[in-house]
């Protein structure tokens, strides 16, 4: 299960955008739907899933199910950072690279323990909507700054 998709992409990065970013010297994709295009997005989705997993499986079941909020945010950003990594002559801005910097540290904060993903509520399996999109931050293990919106 991706923590991220296309539209969450598309959300950030226009049609033109992704498709610039996907074209190949093989390949022009002339729209979202091409189905090139689709798997270059899932395979960045793919890579930036991996990412976090790798990160925060030494504390957490992965994939997490359902996605946090925290981690789908992180999904899509460290997706259209991966999409501009395969071309390597388009420059993110440096305030892309800051967020994803920011990103990355968060991901290493949770792996640390000095993070806590939200829990699924036990009765329904699901999260929250509060909860969702929260991070506690833990010294000595005890909660000090509930960080809502990230």
């Known amino acids: 299960m991706a923590y991220s998709s296309i539209d969450d992409i598309a959300a950030i990065l226009d049609s033109r955008e992704i498709i610039q970013l996907t074209t190949t010297d093989e390949h022009r ?3 979202l739907a091409d189905a090139q ?3 270059k997005v899932a395979e960045v989705i793919e890579r930036a899933d991996g990412e976090i997993n ?3 499986a030494a504390r957490y079941v992965t994939p997490r ?3 946090p909020g925290i981690l789908h945010t992180i999904s899509k950003m460290l997706g259209v950072y ?3 990594r395969n071309k390597p002559h388009l420059k993110l801005s440096d305030q892309w690279v800051e967020d994803i910097k920011y990103y990355r540290s968060i991901l290493q904060q949770i792996a640390k323990g000095s993070m806590d993903l ?3 509520d036990e009765s329904t399996g699901e999260s929250s909507p509060a909860a969702d999109n929260t991070i ?3 010294t000595d293990s005890k909660p ?3 960080m809502e919106g990230y």
């Open 37 to 39: 295009l689709r798997a």
């Open 118 to 120: 939200p829990e699924p």
């Open 82 to 84: 991966y999409l501009y």
């Open 65 to 67: 199910n359902p996605t």
């Open 136 to 138: 506690s931050v833990v």
């Open 29 to 31: 994709p002339e729209d």
């Open 144 to 146: 000090v700054i509930n």
């Open 54 to 56: 790798g990160l925060i």
